[in-house]
């Protein structure tokens, strides 16, 4: 078994990563940390450096911190010789991941970034359908209320935050995992509420590198509908349709509906999470996060409402 503690219990880490690492045989929680005090079964800790005094044997952490807080919690741990898993997106830059990659490796760890979407069950059938249909556009909403999934949580809104991105980039990864092409950032409109740091709403073009394949993208986390939408749409000849929605829990390919696994995304997570340790390796996928730091760089910026 791996002895895994998880670093920041937040919504996420409650409603994902403890009731799935619960199930998972080859996991065993021994360890939390959290800054506020926490009821859980295991031993929490103020601090990461707290946890490491306490001498526990320990062998990998999941970090579900904010992502400002990532990269240092992430290099403390692997000088600490744990394995690491990043919660999405797994650091602000490209620069600070490449940093942890190379230390992962001069100490033969396993550092992972657990996009968690390219595990939702839509898009193992996606890799299948796809290559045979002849895309001619890409669209993608995804949108909901940041209140509801992070109540209260201002870091989502401070200066090297992400926004809406945090959100939006799962629709990304998505992408990125079943494109036989590099994408490529064009434009984008970056909405700012208030006096907030970090976007509220994005309008964001891309494009294939090879066949210039449009793709648009509209991001909203200030959603007001009673409905999230989470949903992208390959657009192809004759007006044959393939959507993923519902952030890939459903699948149609015009009006067909595909029926799918009910596997959940952070199942698929962990199991890859274990098989990379078990073979010594890492994964460290950036293209998503590529496309959000050069939107957030490069797009044009507006109040929202205007």
Not at 163 to 180: K, R
């Amino acid at each position: 078994m791996i002895r895994i503690a998880v670093i920041g219990i937040g919504q996420i880490a409650r409603q994902q990563h403890l009731p799935v690492l619960e199930n998972d045989p080859d996991f065993q929680v021994v360890a939390a940390v959290s800054p506020v005090p926490v009821a859980l079964d295991v031993p929490v800790f103020s601090s990461l450096a707290e946890l490491r005094q306490s001498r526990l044997a320990l062998d990998a952490v999941a970090l579900c911190t904010p992502p400002d807080l990532r990269y240092a919690l992430a290099r403390e741990a692997l000088t600490a010789g744990w394995h690491v898993l990043l919660e999405k997106p797994p650091t602000l830059t490209r620069s600070q991941a490449g940093s942890l990659s190379r230390l992962a490796g001069e100490r033969g760890l396993t550092l992972f970034a657990a996009w968690h979407s390219i595990y939702a069950p839509a898009v193992s059938v996606l890799r299948d359908i796809l290559p045979a249909l002849a895309v001619e556009r890409v669209t993608i909403a995804w949108k909901e209320n940041a209140e509801k999934w992070h109540p209260g949580a201002d870091w989502l809104w401070r200066a090297g935050a992400l926004g809406v991105f945090d959100a939006g980039i799962n629709a990304l990864s998505i992408l990125c995992a079943l494109s036989t092409e590099a994408l490529l950032y064009d434009t984008a409109l970056l909405s700012f509420y208030r006096d907030q740091q970090a976007p509220s709403q994005v309008k964001l073009a891309m494009r294939g590198s090879e066949t210039d394949l449009p793709v648009t993208a509209e991001f909203d986390w200030r959603h007001e509908a009673a409905s999230e939408v989470w949903e992208i749409v390959w657009h192809a000849k004759k007006g044959e349709t393939v959507s993923l929605s519902e952030g890939g829990a459903r699948l149609r390919i015009g009006s067909r509906e595909i029926s799918l696994s009910q596997t959940g995304e952070y199942a698929g997570v962990y199991r890859h999470f274990a098989t990379l340790i078990r073979e010594g390796r890492s994964s460290l996928d950036l293209r998503a996060l590529d496309i959000v730091t050069d939107a957030l760089a490069f797009g044009v910026r507006q109040k929202a409402g205007q």
